[in-house]
């Protein structure tokens, strides 16, 4: 094999860079933390101030991550901002850090009632979710590096929302959706916490099941969940990803009234590891 | 897998019991069970319009089933219409004495997943006025459960599984006997000959993607 087919083929290890001064000597990777940047900045994520005496900053490192289309080209080169959460001190920087997903019983009882009723199950995602959090805590990080203010080299910025590898940050997002949701007029299952029903005098009419930072809704009125959706983008960047055909490994299909699901690409990995494609059935 | 597919259930509780130390025997099993899964990868769960959102649990035993340490396993199934939403397999945590205490210790923790599906459902506004409905196999079992009588043979029990005594008395759930030929929690206790696995799978609610676009 040629080696120049070799590089072809080791692109992955190329096109990602370990660390800041890496990755700026490439000019996607460069704007790539620009948008990030940006993104935060416009999020009103922080705010640049003084560190008081008695606290400590947190430091913070960029993650670099190339996406790639199916046919292996680059799709996006994307780099992320985290928090170096192992430095919080639990108790003093973060109280709980988990945020409650829906159970498989739970999906399924709502596929099923779907099933019965002849809804349409929705499934929307919500973008950089973790980012919507709002942090009750005071925490302090360190500038980013490449992106240090000039004249403002001491300072640090002061955390209003979430950023990732933040240990409260899945905690955090928990708090906003639900209160967002019950701000909708949703009401808040007592024996899930993941699943949010919207009823009137007519009974039923939308149902969220929330599996972190996506979710499942359906419902009877089809007009209130296209308002549901609008609503939401107001508030969250989200992707709408119509009717559900992939949700945490399972697939689904609707067809009329009719439901199925399996898990296909998860069957796919079984039989690679294993070899099975040479299994006689 | 099992989110999917309850005809896996068993084996792959049976297999996760020895997964820390797997010998050729668990290998060959654990190809026969993939073998399985590359023969029905189009199964699914059909959810369909069946009349009626009304909740159906079965519930099953194997008494004795560990060798190691004579431990039972029980097994639940919830169904909706024709098809399965929950279901579990599980080696009971004590030793039951008779094959009735093993039914009865499945029971209490099928009666707990009811109660809490049935909550569900009356948030979801599916009103269950009537008491969810418990199948079990076992006469005995159902027996102990409606009436503290054999007290000789029962009085060891745990107080945890006489829970399904207050959920039947408070009309939470309705014990009612079937023979095992229409026990569907039999899938999650025991390995089947094919004829009865394939009968089970269907009675769940599982069957290929493209036989019912053709109805």
């Known amino acids: 094999m040629p080696l120049s087919d070799v590089y072809q083929r080791c692109n992955i290890v190329h096109a990602k860079p370990t660390n800041y001064i890496e990755a700026t000597r490439v000019l996607a990777w460069i704007e790539a933390m620009k948008s990030e940047i940006n993104s935060i900045e416009r999020n009103g994520t922080w705010r640049l101030t003084e560190l008081p005496e008695d606290k400590k900053e947190i430091g913070v490192k960029w993650v670099f991550k190339t996406k790639f289309n199916p046919d292996g080209s680059i799709f996006k080169h994307k780099a992320r901002l985290v928090v170096k959460g192992f430095a919080q001190v639990a108790g003093v920087d973060y109280g709980d850090t988990f945020a409650p997903v829906a159970r498989h019983d739970t999906i399924r009882l709502l596929f099923a009632l779907a099933g019965q009723k002849g809804w349409r199950v929705y499934h929307l995602d919500v973008k950089s979710a973790f980012l919507n959090g709002i942090l009750l805590e005071e925490i302090y990080v360190q500038q980013p590096e490449g992106f240090v203010v000039a004249g403002n080299e001491h300072k640090v910025y002061k955390l209003h929302k979430a950023l990732y590898g933040l240990k409260q940050a899945p905690r955090a997002w928990y708090s906003r959706i639900d209160t967002h949701f019950i701000q909708l007029g949703f009401k808040r299952s007592e024996n899930e916490a993941t699943l949010y029903m919207k009823q009137d005098e007519d009974g039923l009419q939308l149902v969220i099941s929330l599996y972190v930072d996506a979710m499942l809704v359906t419902g009877s009125n089809a007009k209130l969940l296209e308002e549901f959706k609008t609503e939401m983008q107001d508030v969250f960047e989200m992707f709408d990803l119509g009717i559900m055909n992939y ?16 898990k296909g690409n998860m069957l796919l990995i079984y039989s690679r590891s294993s070899n099975l494609s040479h299994a006689k059935k | ?105 499945s029971m209490a923790a099928a009666a707990n997943q009811a109660i809490w599906l049935n909550k569900l459902l009356v948030d979801l506004g599916q009103d269950q006025s009537s008491p969810t409905e418990l199948y079990c196999d ?17 009085k060891h029990i745990n107080v945890k599984f006489h829970y399904v005594r207050e959920a039947e008395k408070n009309l939470l759930i309705k014990l009612h006997y079937c023979p095992t030929d229409v026990q569907l929690a039999d899938i999650m206790t025991k390995a089947l000959p094919r004829s009865r696995l394939e009968f089970l799978r269907m009675k769940l609610g599982l069957s290929k993607a493209s036989f019912k676009e053709e109805c």
């Open chain 2, 138 to 154: 076992n006469k005995f079992a159902i027996a102990i459960a409606l009436n503290p009588v054999q007290h000789g043979r029962t």
């Open chain 2, 1 to 105: 897998m099992t989110t999917t597919k309850p005809d896996l259930m068993f084996p792959a509780g049976l297999l996760s019991m020895f997964m820390s130390s797997p010998s050729n025997i668990h290998m060959g099993i654990a190809k026969r069970v993939l073998k399985y899964i590359r023969g029905t990868t189009d199964l699914g769960i059909w959810y369909l319009n069946t009349g009626g959102v009304k909740l159906i649990g079965y519930t099953d035993s194997d008494w004795a089933r560990s060798v190691d340490d004579m431990k039972s396993t029980s097994g639940y199934v919830f169904n909706i219409g024709s098809s399965a939403i929950c279901w579990n397999a599980k080696k009971q945590e004590v030793v039951a004495q008779s094959t009735a205490e093993a039914e009865y210790i």
């Open chain 1, 247 to 262: 949700f945490l490994g399972m697939e689904y299909i609707n067809v009329v009234r009719v439901f199925l699901f399996h």
